[in-house]
C-alpha cells in the first residue's frame, strides 16, 4: 500500500488538561479528497492545524512521507508542503491582492507592474474575478475567500487543508472551486475538506472522516456514506429530516408594522429599494452577492450611511429615522448580527462573558461593572444557547466557529431589541447548531419581535420566512410567500 502523505498516530491535544482531540489516527493520501466533518466542538480544527504547525500536540506522532517529523510553526509545515485556507481569512488587510498572494516570496528586487501582471493572470487561471490591485480591505467575503485559495494553490502546496470553503461563494463560483479541487487531485496534490455542507463532502470527497467530542467515529470511502449516516455519525442521533421542511400553515401572521423602507439608496450598490417588516414575523431576504441585501441591512442598522440627498426614507414604528452609527440603531431597539463574525462580530482578545456583557453596556450605557452579575447573565446566556466552552473563561477567539456565533448572537439578544437583522446567520455552523439558531430565531418571532433573516441558502430562507424578499442589484424585486416559492423560483428571480 502506498505510504500516506500525512499520517497522524494516537495524536491527543489537552487545553488545561481537557483533551480537544483525543488518541486520534488520521491518514491523508497524496492526490485524494478527504472531508473532515463533525459538530462544532468536536475537533476539527484542533487537528487540523495540529497538521500545520499551529498547536503542538500533546502526545502522538507526526510522519510526512513516512518519515516523523515536528512541526514548530507554518512556515516549517509549508516547507513540507502543508497548507491551510482558514475559514476567516489570514490576509492582510492594508495590502493589495497581489501583495498578499506574493507575502514572503518576494524577490529582493520586485517590478510592482511585474508582480500585478503575474497575479492577474493567476488569477484568471482560476476563473477568480478578484482585481489584484485592490486593497484587501476592500474586498467582500467571498473575494477574500478566493485569495486565500490562490495563495494556498500559488505556494504548490502537496496537501491543503479548506477550511468552510465555499461558504461565502455564489453557486457559481462554488463551481468553479470544484473544478479547481479536481485539477489538483489531478495533479496529485491532497485535500482536506472541511466543510458542515453535507452534500459537498458526498460530492467531493473520495474519503470522509467523522469526528464527535475530539474522537473518530468513523473513517470510510464517500461512496459507503449518505446524508443521513452522516449526521447520524456526527451527532450521536439521528436529526429530523424536516430541518428545512416547513409544514403547511405555519405561517405567522403579520402584526404592527415595524419597519418601512421607501427607495433606499446607498452609491452603487442599494438604488431605490423599498419594503417592510413587520412584527411577530420572519421577513426571510435572498439574493447573491453583490444584490446589495447586506448593505441595506447595514443602512437600517446604522452601520452604513444612506445617501444624503434622494436616499430614501426609513422609519421605525411610523417614526422617521437617520441613524449615524449603529449606537442610535441600537438604543431604539434595531440591533444587526453580522455575517463576518471575527471582524465584526466580537473581541477575540475578550472572554465569553465580557462580549456579552458589553453588549449589555452598549444597550444600557456606562456604568460600573459588577464582575458577579457579568458572571451570571453569560451563564444564563451560554446555557440558553448552549455555548460550549473547554474554560468558561476562554477567550472568544479560542472557540468553534459555531459557538463563536452563538456568542455574537448571544451579545445582540442581551440589548432586549425589538428588530433583529440575522446576516447568515447559520453560515459555519453545523447542523445540530444550525437547528438550535433556527428555534431561537422562530422563538423571537413567537415571541413578538420583527426578525429580518438575509441568507444565501435557499432551504433556510424557505424554512423560516413568514415571508421572502428577493434582492438584485441593489433592490427589492421580488416578494413570496413562503407556500407558494419554490427554490427554482427563487433563484430565477435573484437571476433575471
Same mark, same amino acid.
Given at each position: 500500500?502506498?505510504?500516506?502523505?500525512?499520517?497522524?498516530?494516537?495524536?491527543?491535544?489537552?487545553?488545561?488538561?481537557?483533551?480537544?482531540?483525543?488518541?486520534?489516527?488520521?491518514?491523508?493520501?497524496?492526490?485524494?479528497?478527504?472531508?473532515?466533518?463533525?459538530?462544532?466542538?468536536?475537533?476539527?480544527?484542533?487537528?487540523?492545524?495540529?497538521?500545520?504547525?499551529?498547536? +503542538?500536540?500533546?502526545?502522538?506522532?507526526?510522519?510526512? =512521507?513516512?518519515?516523523?517529523?515536528?512541526?514548530?510553526?507554518?512556515?516549517?509545515?509549508?516547507?513540507?508542503?502543508?497548507?491551510?485556507? $482558514?475559514?476567516?481569512?489570514?490576509?492582510?488587510?492594508?495590502?493589495?491582492?497581489?501583495?498578499?498572494?506574493?507575502?514572503?516570496?518576494?524577490? $529582493?528586487?520586485?517590478?510592482? /507592474?511585474?508582480?500585478? #501582471?503575474?497575479?492577474?493572470?493567476?488569477?484568471?487561471?482560476?476563473?477568480?474575478?478578484?482585481?489584484?490591485?485592490?486593497?484587501?480591505?476592500?474586498?467582500?467575503?467571498?473575494?477574500?475567500?478566493?485569495?486565500?485559495?490562490?495563495?494556498?494553490? *500559488?505556494?504548490?502546496?502537496?496537501?491543503?487543508?479548506?477550511?468552510?470553503?465555499?461558504?461565502?461563494?455564489?453557486?457559481?463560483?462554488?463551481?468553479?472551486?470544484?473544478?479547481?479541487?479536481?485539477?489538483?487531485?489531478?495533479?496529485?496534490?491532497?485535500?482536506?475538506?472541511?466543510?458542515? +455542507?453535507?452534500?459537498?463532502?458526498?460530492?467531493?470527497?473520495?474519503?470522509?472522516?467523522?469526528?464527535? =467530542?475530539?474522537? #473518530?467515529?468513523?473513517?470510510?470511502?464517500?461512496?459507503?456514506?449518505?446524508?443521513?449516516?452522516?449526521? /447520524?455519525?456526527?451527532?450521536?442521533?439521528? *436529526?429530523?429530516?424536516?430541518?428545512?421542511?416547513?409544514?403547511?400553515?405555519?405561517?405567522?401572521?403579520?402584526?404592527?408594522?415595524?419597519?418601512?423602507?421607501?427607495?433606499? !439608496?446607498?452609491?452603487?450598490?442599494?438604488?431605490?429599494?423599498?419594503? !417592510?417588516?413587520?412584527?411577530?414575523?420572519?421577513?426571510?431576504?435572498?439574493?447573491?452577492?453583490?444584490?446589495? /441585501?447586506?448593505?441595506?441591512?447595514?443602512?437600517?442598522?446604522?452601520?452604513?450611511?444612506?445617501?444624503?440627498?434622494?436616499?430614501?426614507?426609513?422609519?421605525?414604528?411610523?417614526?422617521?429615522?437617520?441613524?449615524?452609527?449603529?449606537?442610535?440603531?441600537?438604543?431604539?431597539?434595531?440591533?444587526?448580527?453580522?455575517? =463576518?463574525?471575527?471582524?465584526?462580530?466580537?473581541?477575540?482578545?475578550?472572554?465569553?462573558?465580557?462580549?456579552?456583557?458589553?453588549?449589555? *453596556?452598549?444597550?444600557?450605557?456606562?456604568?460600573?461593572?459588577?464582575?458577579?452579575?457579568?458572571?451570571?447573565?453569560?451563564?444564563?446566556?451560554?446555557?440558553?444557547?448552549?455555548?460550549?466552552?473547554? =474554560?468558561?473563561?476562554? /477567550?472568544?477567539?479560542?472557540?468553534?466557529?459555531?459557538?463563536?456565533?452563538?456568542?455574537?448572537?448571544?451579545?445582540? *439578544?442581551?440589548?432586549?431589541?425589538?428588530?433583529?437583522?440575522?446576516?447568515?446567520?447559520?453560515?459555519?455552523?453545523?447542523?445540530?447548531?444550525?437547528?438550535?439558531?433556527?428555534?431561537?430565531?422562530?422563538?423571537?418571532?413567537?415571541?413578538?419581535?420583527?426578525?429580518?433573516?438575509?441568507?444565501?441558502?435557499?432551504?433556510?430562507?424557505?424554512?423560516?420566512?413568514?415571508?421572502?424578499?428577493?434582492?438584485?442589484?441593489?433592490?427589492?424585486?421580488?416578494?413570496?410567500?413562503?407556500?407558494? +416559492?419554490?427554490?427554482?423560483?427563487?433563484?430565477?428571480?435573484?437571476?433575471?
Amino acid at each position: 500500500m502506498t505510504e500516506p502523505l500525512v499520517r497522524l498516530t494516537q495524536v491527543t491535544k489537552e487545553y488545561f488538561g481537557v483533551p480537544a482531540i483525543r488518541a486520534v489516527d488520521f491518514t491523508v493520501l497524496a492526490g485524494e479528497v478527504h472531508a473532515l466533518v463533525g459538530e462544532n466542538g468536536a475537533g476539527k480544527s484542533t487537528l487540523t492545524k495540529v497538521m500545520v504547525g499551529i498547536t +503542538a500536540p500533546t502526545s502522538g506522532t507526526i510522519a510526512v =512521507d513516512g518519515t516523523p517529523v515536528t512541526l514548530g510553526s507554518p512556515a516549517e509545515a509549508l516547507n513540507l508542503g502543508l497548507a491551510m485556507v $482558514f475559514q476567516e481569512t489570514s490576509l492582510v488587510p492594508s495590502m493589495t491582492v497581489a501583495q498578499n498572494l506574493y507575502l514572503g516570496q518576494e524577490h $529582493f528586487f520586485t517590478r510592482l /507592474r511585474g508582480m500585478y #501582471i503575474a497575479a492577474q493572470q493567476f488569477l484568471q487561471s482560476l476563473n477568480f474575478n478578484v482585481d489584484p490591485m485592490t486593497p484587501v480591505a476592500g474586498l467582500g467575503a467571498a473575494q477574500k475567500q478566493m485569495v486565500e485559495i490562490a495563495r494556498a494553490v *500559488l505556494r504548490k502546496a502537496r496537501l491543503i487543508i479548506f477550511d468552510e470553503p465555499t461558504a461565502a461563494l455564489t453557486p457559481e463560483e462554488k463551481h468553479h472551486f470544484f473544478a479547481l479541487i479536481e485539477r489538483l487531485k489531478t495533479s496529485g496534490v491532497a485535500v482536506v475538506f472541511i466543510s458542515h +455542507a453535507v452534500e459537498e463532502a458526498l460530492q467531493i470527497a473520495d474519503r470522509i472522516t467523522v469526528l464527535r =467530542d475530539g474522537e #473518530i467515529v468513523t473513517t470510510d470511502a464517500a461512496s459507503s456514506f449518505d446524508r443521513a449516516s452522516i449526521i /447520524r455519525a456526527m451527532v450521536g442521533r439521528t *436529526l429530523s429530516d424536516e430541518l428545512y421542511t416547513r409544514k403547511d400553515g405555519q405561517t405567522r401572521p403579520p402584526q404592527d408594522l415595524v419597519l418601512s423602507v421607501q427607495n433606499l !439608496s446607498m452609491g452603487s450598490m442599494v438604488r431605490n429599494t423599498s419594503f !417592510s417588516v413587520y412584527a411577530g414575523q420572519v421577513t426571510g431576504i435572498f439574493g447573491l452577492i453583490g444584490s446589495g /441585501r447586506t448593505e441595506t441591512a447595514k443602512v437600517v442598522a446604522g452601520v452604513l450611511k444612506r445617501n444624503l440627498f434622494h436616499g430614501g426614507k426609513v422609519s421605525l414604528f411610523s417614526r422617521a429615522v437617520r441613524y449615524r452609527m449603529p449606537r442610535q440603531a441600537m438604543l431604539d431597539g434595531v440591533v444587526y448580527v453580522t455575517e =463576518d463574525r471575527k471582524i465584526e462580530g466580537f473581541f477575540e482578545g475578550m472572554s465569553i462573558a465580557e462580549n456579552i456583557f458589553a453588549g449589555h *453596556l452598549t444597550a444600557r450605557g456606562p456604568r460600573i461593572v459588577s464582575p458577579a452579575q457579568m458572571r451570571d447573565l453569560a451563564s444564563t446566556w451560554r446555557d440558553k444557547l448552549n455555548i460550549r466552552a473547554i =474554560d468558561p473563561g476562554a /477567550r472568544v477567539v479560542e472557540l468553534s466557529g459555531g459557538n463563536q456565533q452563538k456568542v455574537v448572537v448571544a451579545k445582540s *439578544l442581551v440589548q432586549r431589541p425589538k428588530l433583529v437583522i440575522f446576516d447568515e446567520p447559520t453560515r459555519g455552523v453545523d447542523v445540530g447548531a444550525i437547528a438550535e439558531i433556527h428555534a431561537i430565531i422562530k422563538g423571537l418571532a413567537d415571541d413578538g419581535l420583527a426578525v429580518m433573516v438575509i441568507s444565501s441558502y435557499l432551504p433556510e430562507v424557505l424554512n423560516l420566512s413568514d415571508r421572502i424578499l428577493v434582492a438584485r442589484q441593489g433592490r427589492i424585486v421580488e416578494e413570496f410567500a413562503p407556500q407558494d +416559492a419554490t427554490e427554482e423560483t427563487i433563484m430565477y428571480a435573484a437571476v433575471h
